[in-house]
């Protein structure tokens, strides 16, 4: 009824248009003036070094990269990488998507929020872990002797980790499936059942209702969280690192900063890299995502779902059980290192203790650590919350000239690996700039929030962009003509029907801006300062002790639990709805 | 929605947490036993004392860092009536990553803010010395009469002042004899062992572009033969059974007890200490003879903030008192308060003067044929090129190095074919060309295209090693 009242409003709104989006003109220049002072300038101040040679304006070193044969070899692997990666990510949550959207069984909600915890695994501990469980003489293969099945005496075991890029793409698809995961059941929740049911009710199969219907309605959900887990599996450094499988561009470049003899060359490599990967984004999203309204056809009735029997329960316990539990190994393994006090050659600790535990909370560092990743993190939170949410409002409801320019830079810290991002803030910070006072070696709370800041803040435009889709926008302009001010209109009409999004924002946000490690290993350098993931680092790799491990495992194990009780809260508030974050 | 068992959980975490925080309540706090000599020298406790405070960068493990500050803050107490707080920075990685980031921070300024540089290996600190970035320490004479000159060939102590050595480190194989033994593989006591071809793919490695630890070790491995072609050969061979090449010597170390590697060589200590936690599983020997010790040093920053505190805790570090801590059980009067180090002093008087009192780890490196002597000039020649040359010929091409040594495997080492395994380029083909090239890298234009040269050899060679047809 309402929309059929806009056409009347039309010839006035046209009037006032201008002074109407003058707001929002506003809006989108502070967010521009933002991204390109706290993200671009840095990313410039990092990738200069590669075009410099002796001082002056130079493409030698570009050259150098260009015309390597090794190199450009590399950057292909790792682009087939990423493409191999996300299409097992996908063979993985797709069914499981489809099944949590169609049926219910006993159990589903708890498996449902298990697969979840592979995105909230503590770094460095979680690789160790992951080696303890595949390593040549790791517990499996242990295990596999304890069963008969290998004999170490008669051969080699099977060196799991060893297996190379196929070990990175496992490692990779159990780690950020799901991401996928959760944005194509939020796509399938978007779905009007009745077109399914038209299509049944012409005589289609389930199997072509579900390739002819369901996936093509699908395909923007698919391809959001396709770009996504592309970008992610394109610029990981981690997984590569554990199975030792280096021939990527990547882990070519962290390893060569970690170099005490860096040369222009490696920031050279980083123009081609971060180069390729906003050309991946944008192919992704002009190509693939730009039929995205498609998706988002808001469903007028719940689509129902089937109770499954014993057999069918069984079965999905099987698929959803397999895959927790070999996503769910690291944290398992984490845990177990946080309270062994012995584990060497056998499958589970031989002593347990709960001194690592005690431990963190004796040692002030730890602690305080644990205090100031929350500190940044709620305060990154709340930033990406006030500019995400307001671009998005910019990008959905405005109708500025260049929105959809606002919209492509918002989405650029996702092609930005962290670890350039946190040289530049190096750069700029440096000792004798103005900006000393702020650097790393001072006080580096301002840019270690703003850089979490920076990193995340596409999530929450996706995920306050999808809200505000889903709001008709009538409803605004109802309270509108009713008098309410634009204001009062924003906090008592629209903030509460898009509540649930922002809360699935900030929670997902808030985890990852707990796990951030380049920005938190390079710029925090006073233990005062020091992130969880810092004190981790420092105690994971402070190896002239033996159970500086296991310490470090112990404030793994705080993390998961921290991180894991946020995500489980939001997950029951949420449900499906959580994975609108994750649209590219 | 209802959960039936979210109130016995939450009642589960609760115990939990109090649990921990009765424990928290057990650790000592409050004045201690010092604070009574405080009070009757100089009328305050610690707590009352002017504050002063100690910057430092160092790749020492947090260990190491609470030991020296709490015993030094308690002697400085003490002897100057000031109480000392440390601040420990940490810019993210090991040696090769402070030193870049000291360099960066005097090309841009005269100053770091930091007073002290603790470990790291010999070589950045020569080359800190030679880049103008250290300030001149002031060394007692009981200091330098017990800390020799050089040692095994190598330098132990800059004879401007510039560094001193502060323990000294050894190098040796490490391996999980328990496993060794249940696959009745030969135990490893010589360098060459390592490179045995029943070991291939079984020996975790550190790369020596960002270890200098690692760096140290294959010198010592090159050094152990009589020329630079053999040694590079002996060398070659380990590093083709690597059966992975970690970011740090401490990951290395780490393969050890998480089941990686069944293998690895390290630094004394990173051995010695978890030997000492899993007895029976794990060994640390250092192959005699073929090993020599390498200084740890300490140093002075230029323009320090605080010269005269610097100047006071590298005094402390060196004195007899502070050298003991390194080699002393927990427990000793002059021993750490809560873990003990495990790290070799590099001051002779200290091994007779607790002989007896040290840890069982603890070898006295200055006793005859321990130590192999060092070609100084070799190991100034070849050092910095080592990194890039083993970085070149082994971790950038790692697949390709293990693809030849297991065809060198299978078909039983055809001299021809080993020959072209060990085959170095021209540029570092003989020990003369190594110091030509060396001198080369400095420029960084030079050294990427040498160092882009070698891995395009290498890769070449080892591809042919692994296709050509057997002869």
């Known amino acids: 009824m309402i929309r059929n009242l806009l056409p009347t409003l039309a010839s006035g709104r046209l009037r006032s248009t201008f002074r109407e989006e003058r707001p929002a003109a506003l809006v989108a220049a502070v967010i521009v003036v933002v991204i390109t002072l706290f993200l671009l300038v840095p990313i410039m101040e990092t990738i200069s070094v590669g075009f410099y040679s002796e001082g002056e304006l130079d493409g030698y070193w570009f050259e150098r990269v260009v015309s390597n044969p090794i190199l450009m070899s590399e950057l292909g692997n790792t682009t087939l990488l990423a493409v191999i990666t996300t299409a097992v990510c996908i063979v993985i949550a797709l069914p499981l998507a489809v099944i949590r959207a169609r049926y219910t069984f006993r159990g589903i909600n708890v498996l449902a929020m298990l697969l979840l915890l592979p995105l909230i695994l503590p770094p460095f501990v979680g690789a160790i872990a992951i080696k303890r469980f595949l390593g040549q003489f790791g517990v499996l293969n242990i295990m596999l002797e304890d069963l008969g099945l290998i004999d170490m005496a008669e051969g080699l075991p099977?060196?799991?980790?060893?297996?190379?890029?196929?070990?990175?793409?496992?490692?990779?698809?159990?780690?950020?499936?799901p991401i996928l995961y959760l944005n194509l059941s939020a796509a399938l929740a978007n779905i009007d059942p009745a077109y399914m049911q038209a299509a049944r009710n012409l005589g289609a199969s389930r199997f072509q209702t579900f390739w002819r219907v369901t996936l093509p309605l699908l395909m923007p959900g698919l391809f959001a969280g396709g770009t996504i887990v592309f970008i992610w599996a394109f610029t990981d450094i981690g997984t590569p690192v554990i199975v030792g499988y280096e021939h990527l561009t990547p882990v070519t470049i962290f390893k060569e900063l970690a170099t005490s003899e860096v040369t222009p060359r490696t920031y050279s490599l980083v123009f081609i890299m971060l180069s390729a990967s906003v050309s991946f984004y944008l192919m992704g999203r002009f190509f693939l995502g730009r039929n995205t309204q498609v998706g988002s056809t808001k469903a007028s009735v719940a689509a129902e779902t089937t109770e499954l029997g014993a057999l069918g329960t069984a079965l999905a316990w099987i698929l959803f059980g397999g895959v927790v539990l070999l996503s769910v190994l690291p944290h398992i393994g984490v845990v177990l290192l946080g309270v062994s006090d012995h584990w060497v050659n056998s499958v589970l600790p031989q002593e347990y203790t709960l001194r690592h535990l005690i431990f963190v909370f004796t040692s002030p560092e730890s602690l305080n650590s644990i205090i100031n990743s929350l500190k940044y993190a709620g305060i990154a939170t709340v930033i990406d919350i006030v500019i995400g949410a307001a671009a998005a409002w910019v990008i959905i409801r405005s109708k500025i000239v260049g929105r959809s320019v606002l919209d492509g830079l918002c989405m650029l810290p996702l092609a930005v690996p962290g670890l350039i991002l946190a040289a530049g803030y190096v750069a700029i910070t440096a000792q004798g700039s103005w900006l000393e006072s702020f650097g790393p070696t001072e006080n580096p709370f301002v840019i270690l929030v703003v850089a979490y800041a920076m990193r995340r803040i596409p999530f929450v435009v996706r995920g306050v962009s999808a809200g505000l889709q889903q709001v008709s926008e009538a409803l605004e302009e109802a309270a509108r003509n009713l008098g309410a001010s634009r204001l009062g209109t924003g906090l008592r009409i629209t903030a509460p029907l898009i509540a649930a999004n922002i809360i699935a924002a900030a929670v997902l946000t808030f985890s990852f801006h707990m796990l951030e490690v380049s920005d938190s290993l390079i710029l925090a350098q006073t233990p005062e300062h020091y992130p969880i993931t810092k004190q981790i680092y420092r105690l994971a790799t402070s190896t002239g002790s033996p159970e500086a491990v296991n310490q470090a495992a112990a404030m793994g194990v705080y993390g998961i639990l921290l991180l894991g009780a946020t995500m489980a809260a939001a997950s029951l508030l949420l449900g499906k709805r959580l994975g609108m974050v994750f649209r590219a | 929605m209802n959960y039936p068992h979210s109130g016995r959980f939450a009642g589960l975490i609760l115990a939990v947490v109090a649990a921990l925080l009765g424990a928290c309540g057990e650790s000592p706090s409050g004045p201690t036993a010092g604070d009574d000599a405080l009070v009757r020298k100089y009328g305050k406790t610690l707590a009352e004392l002017p504050e002063v405070k100690l910057v430092l960068i160092s790749p020492h493990n947090t260990d190491i860092q609470y030991e020296y500050e709490t015993a030094y803050a308690r002697y400085h107490a003490e002897a100057?009536?000031?109480?000392?707080?440390?601040?420990?920075?940490?810019?993210?990685?090991?040696?090769?990553?402070?030193?870049?980031?000291?360099?960066?921070?005097?090309?841009?300024?005269?100053?770091?803010?930091?007073?002290?540089?603790?470990?790291?290996?010999?070589?950045?600190?020569?080359?800190?010395?030679?880049?103008?970035?250290?300030?001149?320490?002031?060394?007692?004479?009981?200091?330098?009469?017990?800390?020799?000159?050089?040692?095994?060939?190598?330098?132990?102590?800059?004879?401007?002042?510039?560094?001193?050595?502060?323990?000294?480190?050894?190098?040796?194989?490490?391996?999980?004899?328990?496993?060794?033994?249940?696959?009745?593989?030969?135990?490893?006591?010589?360098?060459?062992?390592?490179?045995?071809?029943?070991?291939?793919?079984?020996?975790?490695?550190?790369?020596?572009?960002?270890?200098?630890?690692?760096?140290?070790?294959?010198?010592?491995?090159?050094?152990?033969?009589?020329?630079?072609?053999?040694?590079?050969?002996?060398?070659?061979?380990?590093?083709?059974?690597?059966?992975?090449?970690?970011?740090?010597?401490?990951?290395?170390?780490?393969?050890?007890?998480?089941?990686?590697?069944?293998?690895?060589?390290?630094?004394?200590?990173?051995?010695?200490?978890?030997?000492?936690?899993?007895?029976?599983?794990?060994?640390?020997?250092?192959?005699?003879?073929?090993?020599?010790?390498?200084?740890?040093?300490?140093?002075?920053?230029?323009?320090?903030?605080?010269?005269?505190?610097?100047?006071?805790?590298?005094?402390?570090?060196?004195?007899?008192?502070?050298?003991?801590?390194?080699?002393?059980?927990?427990?000793?009067?002059?021993?750490?308060?809560?873990?003990?180090?495990?790290?070799?002093?590099?001051?002779?008087?200290?091994?007779?003067?607790?002989?007896?009192?040290?840890?069982?780890?603890?070898?006295?490196?200055?006793?005859?044929?321990?130590?192999?002597?060092?070609?100084?000039?070799?190991?100034?020649?070849?050092?910095?090129?080592?990194?890039?040359?083993?970085?070149?010929?082994?971790?950038?091409?790692?697949?390709?190095?293990?693809?030849?040594?297991?065809?060198?495997?299978?078909?039983?080492?055809?001299?021809?074919?080993?020959?072209?395994?060990?085959?170095?380029?021209?540029?570092?083909?003989?020990?003369?060309?190594?110091?030509?090239?060396?001198?080369?890298?400095?420029?960084?234009?030079?050294?990427?295209?040498?160092?882009?040269?070698?891995?395009?050899?290498?890769?070449?060679?080892?591809?042919?090693?692994?296709?050509?047809?057997?002869?």
């Open chain 1, 158 to 177: 099977p060196d799991w980790l060893g297996s190379g890029f196929t070990g990175v793409v496992i490692l990779q698809a159990l780690h950020l499936f």
């Open chain 2, 80 to 471: 100057f009536g000031e109480r000392v707080t440390f601040e420990w920075r940490d810019v993210g990685g090991g040696s090769s990553s402070i030193l870049n980031h000291l360099r960066n921070v005097y090309e841009n300024a005269e100053r770091s803010g930091i007073d002290v540089v603790w470990g790291g290996g010999d070589f950045n600190f020569t080359r800190m010395a030679a880049e103008g970035i250290l300030h001149t320490m002031q060394l007692k004479s009981e200091v330098r009469d017990n800390i020799p000159d050089t040692f095994g060939g190598l330098a132990m102590c800059d004879p401007d002042g510039l560094w001193c050595g502060s323990a000294v480190s050894g190098f040796g194989i490490f391996y999980n004899k328990q496993l060794l033994d249940r696959m009745r593989l030969p135990t490893p006591t010589r360098w060459e062992d390592l490179g045995s071809p029943r070991l291939f793919d079984l020996v975790g490695l550190a790369d020596p572009a960002q270890s200098g630890s690692a760096a140290a070790s294959y010198e010592m491995i090159v050094q152990s033969e009589p020329t630079w072609q053999a040694g590079w050969a002996k060398l070659l061979s380990i590093l083709g059974n690597a059966k992975r090449f970690y970011a740090g010597a401490g990951d290395a170390a780490e393969a050890l007890p998480s089941g990686e590697a069944l293998v690895t060589t390290c630094i004394d200590f990173y051995g010695t200490n978890r030997m000492a936690k899993y007895p029976e599983t794990l060994v640390y020997l250092s192959p005699r003879g073929q090993t020599s010790f390498n200084p740890d040093p300490i140093a002075i920053l230029k323009n320090p903030v605080n010269p005269l505190l610097a100047q006071r805790f590298v005094d402390f570090v060196l004195s007899a008192r502070g050298q003991a801590l390194w080699a002393l059980p927990v427990g000793h009067a002059d021993g750490p308060s809560l873990k003990a180090l495990g790290r070799q002093p590099i001051r002779r008087d200290v091994y007779e003067h607790y002989a007896g009192e040290l840890l069982p780890s603890i070898v006295n490196p200055y006793e005859v044929g321990q130590t192999m002597e060092v070609d100084t000039q070799l190991w100034n020649d070849s050092y910095g090129l080592l990194r890039q040359l083993v970085w070149a010929a082994a971790v950038r091409n790692v697949d390709f190095l293990k693809a030849a040594k297991q065809r060198l495997i299978e078909t039983d080492f055809p001299p021809e074919r080993v020959a072209l395994f060990n085959r170095l380029p021209d540029n570092v083909a003989t020990r003369e060309r190594v110091a030509e090239t060396n001198r080369l890298l400095a420029d960084r234009k030079q050294r990427d295209l040498i160092v882009t040269g070698w891995v395009t050899f290498f890769r070449d060679q080892y591809r042919q090693v692994a296709e050509e047809d057997a002869t």
